[in-house]
């Protein structure tokens, strides 16, 4: 039985993708190993497609072949975000 201080797994990758500073980015891979369990990939994409909090910049993590990856407010304005703070794509 887990203590009701125990983080989830949702509730540890949003700490991860808080932590990502401006013109940084983590694939879901390092996130989901800095979360916990690196073979979770596919469940923090989908955690952070749920996600809607703008202090969670779920924009800043991207695919481990480089490319953008899926974003919940689109493709180009992850793009655009991820320009303006500087990440050279």
């Given at each position: 039985m887990k203590s009701s201080k125990e983080k989830t797994f949702t509730e540890k990758v949003y700490d991860v993708v808080r932590?990502?500073?401006k013109g940084k980015v983590l694939t879901y891979k390092e996130v989901a190993e800095k979360a916990g369990n690196r073979n979770a990939v596919r469940a923090v994409g989908t955690?952070?497609?749920k996600n809607f909090d703008n202090n969670i910049p779920c924009h800043r993590v991207i695919r481990s072949d480089g490319k953008i990856g899926q974003y919940n407010r689109g493709e180009s304005e992850k793009i655009r975000l991820l320009k303006?703070?500087?990440v050279i794509l």
């Open positions: 932590k990502i500073r955690i952070l497609s303006k703070e500087g």
